[in-house]
Nanobody
């Protein structure tokens, strides 16, 4: 059974950093390496929005303007893990963060989310 599990979310002060992880299971290394991945976030009372996307080889990335220059998406295909390095965090970054696998041969797959709270 394919599954994504996010981790790394916690309470952090403004200006701080966090690294989120998204571990994939049920994929082979080959199938994971062929799957583009994204990070989304959903703030309270708001829609879920795309914040970062990465291609299969990890060399093609895109970011929402709200996180550009502060967040970095990366992936380790051999470990079937997606990362989101978040620096210079702001209160408005508070949200539940989700990873998504753009599965080529089936429906997209979402993780359960991890809560990030930026507050002093």
């Amino acid at each position: 059974q394919v599954q994504l599990v996010e981790s790394g979310g916690e309470l952090v002060q403004p200006g701080g950093s966090l690294r989120l992880s998204c571990a994939a299971s049920g994929f082979t290394v080959t199938s994971y390496a062929r799957t583009p991945m994204s990070w989304y976030r959903q703030a309270p009372g708001k829609e879920r929005v795309l914040i970062a996307h990465i291609g299969t080889a990890g060399d093609a990335t895109n970011y929402a303007d709200s996180v550009k220059g502060r967040f970095t998406i990366s992936r380790h295909n051999a470990e079937k893990t997606l990362y989101l390095q978040m620096n210079s965090l702001k209160p408005e970054d508070t949200a539940v963060y989700y990873c998504k696998a753009h599965v080529v041969t089936g429906p997209d797959l979402w993780g359960q989310g991890t809560q990030v709270t930026v507050s002093s």
